[in-house]
């Protein structure tokens, strides 16, 4: 069975800086997959390359045997990636429920004359996304604060508000960039059941980034390591950790 | 009140909107019929309501979408003119004054939209300073441009010109109906206050519930974080597009009802220049950023306070200085903003304590 990602040889530079370079991976259909690597090896930078924050000027990226390299965020988006931010990036002014209903905007239609008008399908429309929403905060525990302002919430719910969010797009695949950044070891171990759980409820495939070893030797199958650009190791979570070059480079101490 | 309830808290909110610009009409119109209030003051109704819908509209694209627009005034003037073109043509045509402004109307408006939209293609691409400036001189040329338009009727047709009326080369029979810096003539008085504040409900009505709305949600997204908004597969231009034209044609229709109300349209720099564009900033800058409740009780209380100040002919400014500093105050500082949203919590979300 083909992989569900499948990137070939992607790079990208800034300036003088060959921030990625021949970038491989190949995430199977529901893997948990972890991309780790020190400060500044161009983890996230993958990740905008995968989403069309920024155009590849090498390789090729293919979700579900899809050729997606170069396209538009929102194209992409419409393929099937998901992502969350690690700076966290809310619509801050909107209540936690409305910011998961946007994240249902391309899976639920109405017109905007029916929007207007509050016509029929208006309200039935509406009373779907409100129902579908409220089911994805709740897996984050997030029910409660439904009607506050995003900017209100803590930290950690912020962080697990964003994966509700990226969520509700029905991706085939979840990108989260740092999610456990910002979280007490409490938190954290809430987390990694929602990632597990989220997992398993909706077939989800993810490819995370995180600093946290705990949580990724916790719920990552696999690794990939990033050092300076390039791929370092790759391979099962157990291998990789113990490979003498990522130690040094990375895990150090 | 079990029927209040039960609505959700953003139509409660709006239906007090809609109870209060109802209730403030009744009371003025009351005055106006027992003949309590000066004719000055009776004929600042009308510009009342345009200064109003111009507010609720720009609040739109500054509050809803976020972006910095000063070309408000050109969108007016744009359906200012086209509709009382259209008006002064069809004055013989049509004799009913009602049904003659309802197709005005709708022509003011879509023209405006088509504007709307046309300078919206290229200029939504700037960000904040570019794009006021762009809008700007937007506004202004327009007004220019219709400075120097010259349109006159004849057994022949319709004959153009942007140099004078001689260039219009007319029979004898012909009549000049746009004369350049001087306008256009003999619009037929079809505004009135009722009118007015029929449109101002309608354009709550279509933002409110354009807020409300998936496209309003999609809006608002974009403002808060475009980048996040694209990541979810947010359409950036349609939406932006989507408001923009939508506020435009609200002000188009501010246009008309202006063109309407007056015998001779003029483009000025007072009533379609940058002046207005900014009266008109300060009216949603000073009732919220993005509160439409806001924005209709600036525009009233600003256009209203200098005339019923008029008897403390010395003091008038100052006064009028005190009040746009308390209602500054008023939206803007936290401690006022905390103690407004205690007492003055109509319908809006309440803060809880974060667990
Ligand atoms: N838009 C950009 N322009 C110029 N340089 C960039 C840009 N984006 C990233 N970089 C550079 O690319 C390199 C990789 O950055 P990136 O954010 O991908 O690192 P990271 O692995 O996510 O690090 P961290 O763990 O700190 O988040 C850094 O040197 C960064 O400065
Ligand atoms: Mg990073």
Known sequence: MAALLDVKNLGISFGGLRAVNAFNISVEKEELYGLIGPNGAGKTTVFNLLTGVYKPDSG?????????????????????????????????????????????????????????????????????????????????????????????????????????RALATEPKL?????????????????????????????????????????????????????NFGEVLSQGDTGTVLNDPQVITAYLGE | MGMLKKMSKNTRSNLITYGIVIAAF?????????????????????????????????????????????????????????????????????????????????????????????????????????????????GEIIKNLVNVLFIGRDSNGFHFSTKDVMDLNMEPDGTVLVNGPQGITGTPKDSTFLIGVILILITLFIVTNLIN??????????????????SIGINVTKY??????ISAALAGAAGVLYAHNLSTLTATTNNFGYNM????????????????????????????????????????MLIYAIVLIIMMLFNWAPKAIEWREKYFSFGKRKKEAVK
Do not use: W
């Not at chain 1, 909107?94 to 008008?117: A, F, P, Q, R």
């Not at chain 1, 759980?197 to 990552?220: A, N, P, W, Y």
């Open chain 2, 213 to 230: 709305s998936r496209d309003g949600r999609a809006i608002m997204a974009i403002r808060d974080n475009r980048i996040a908004a694209e």
């Open chain 1, 60 to 164: 090729k990226v293919l979700l579900d045997g899809e050729d997606i390299t170069g396209k538009k965020t929102i194209d992409i988006s419409k393929a099937g990636i998901a992502r969350t931010f690690q700076n966290i990036r809310l619509f801050k002014q909107l209540s936690v429920l409305d910011n998961v209903k946007v994240g249902l905007h391309n899976k639920h239609h109405y017109s905007t004359i029916e929007g207007i008008l509050r016509l029929p399908r208006y309200r039935s429309v509406e009373k779907e996304m409100d129902e579908k929403a409220m089911d994805l905060l709740k897996v984050f525990e997030l029910e409660q604060v439904a009607q506050q302002l995003a900017s209100n919430l803590p930290y950690g719910q912020q962080r697990k508000l964003e994966i509700a």
């Open chain 2, 277 to 316: 564009s900014i009266t008109i900033l300060v009216f949603v800058v000073l009732g919220g950023i993005g509160n439409i409740r806001g924005s209709i009780i600036a525009a009233v209380i600003l256009t209203l306070l200098p005339e019923l100040l008029r008897g403390l002919s010395d003091y008038r």
């Open chain 2, 240 to 245: 932006k597009l989507m408001a923009f034209t």
């Open chain 2, 26 to 138: 009744l009371i003025m119109q009351t005055l106006i019929t027992t003949g309590s209030i000066s004719s000055l003051l009776e004929g600042l109704m009308v510009p009342l309501c345009i200064y109003v819908i111009l507010a609720v509209s720009l609040n739109l694209v500054v509050g809803i979408l976020g972006e910095l627009s000063l070309g408000h005034a050109g969108f007016m003037c744009v359906g200012a003119f086209t509709s009382a073109f259209f008006s002064k043509c069809m004055r013989d045509v049509i004799t009913s004054s009602l049904l003659r402004f309802f197709l005005a109307l709708l022509i003011g408006i879509a023209v405006a939209a088509v504007f709307g939209l046309i300078i919206g293609i290229p200029v939504l691409r700037l960000k904040g300073d570019y794009l006021a400036i762009v809008t700007l001189a937007f």
């Open chain 1, 174 to 226: 979840l990108l989260l960039d740092e999610p456990a950044a910002g979280m007490n070891p409490n938190e954290t171990g809430e987390l990694m059941d929602m990632i597990r759980f989220v997992r398993e409820q909706f077939h989800m495939t993810v490819l995370l980034i995180e600093h946290d070893m705990k949580l990724v030797s916790g719920i990552c199958e696999k690794l990939t390591v990033l």
